[in-house]
T-cell receptor, first 114, second 113 residues
């Protein structure tokens, strides 16, 4: 079974703090994604990585950066957390190409910025 | 991508089959039907996908009508743990290396003891 794990289920941070969210997958997937999910807005793609050290911006990359130093690990960084980044953050992975829509998600990190 | 229409909510008795319908009347020939679900406070879970043939895996069966304008996801023996929001999505399998998952409102399935 594909397993995608995220470093924390719940996180509370203060405005202005630097926040690291970690994601690890054990299926040797090339693709990894970071989404956020908010009520009424659905899933929105923040960043995507298709290989080690490779990344592409999604729909809402502002205020975020990512790092992929190893194939199994994809980190999301909030450079200076703000209250509007309070959200559920979801990591996903997939193989490339035709099956890239078959994505496997982690349990999510519910981040609260106060 | 074609639009999908799902009922906003459904109930199903525990142990019975849950049949979740999805209409996609504008689907085109190269668009696949995908199903995901999301249990409350958890990450989404891929269930199954298909093009025109019926598909079955360990989680569910996907029945696509001959004209492909609608489909049904079947959970053969629903359990309380199947209570979730179920999303039907129609997507072209693009030649790009990735694609982003986009959910509509979905169907909230409640499995009742």
């Amino acid at each position: 079974d594909v397993k995608v794990t995220q470093s924390s289920r719940y996180l509370v941070k203060r405005t202005g703090e630097k926040v690291f969210l970690e994601c690890v997958q054990d299926m040797d997937h090339e693709n990894m994604f970071w989404y956020r999910q908010d009520p009424g807005l659905g899933l929105r793609l923040i960043y995507f990585s298709y290989d080690v050290k490779m990344k592409e911006k999604g729909d809402i990359p502002e205020g975020y950066s990512v790092s992929r130093e190893k194939k199994e690990r994809f980190s999301l960084i909030l450079e200076s957390a703000s209250t509007n980044q309070t959200s559920m953050y979801l990591c996903a992975s997939s193989v490339p190409g035709q099956r890239s829509y078959e994505q496997y998600f982690g349990p999510g990190t519910r981040l609260t910025v106060t | 991508d074609a639009k999908t229409t799902q009922p906003p909510s459904m109930d199903c008795a525990e142990g019975r089959a849950a049949n979740l319908p999805c209409n996609h009347s504008t689907i085109s020939g190269n668009e696949y039907v995908y199903w995901y679900r999301q249990i409350h406070s958890q990450g989404p879970q891929y269930i199954i996908h298909g093009l025109k043939n019926n598909e079955t895996n360990e989680m569910a069966s996907l029945i696509i009508t001959e004209d492909r304008k609608s489909s049904t996801l079947i959970l053969p023996h629903a359990t309380l743990r199947d209570t979730a929001v179920y999303y039907c999505i129609v997507r072209v399998e693009r030649g790009t290396s990735y694609d982003k998952v986009i959910f509509g409102p979905g169907t909230s399935l409640s499995v009742i003891p």
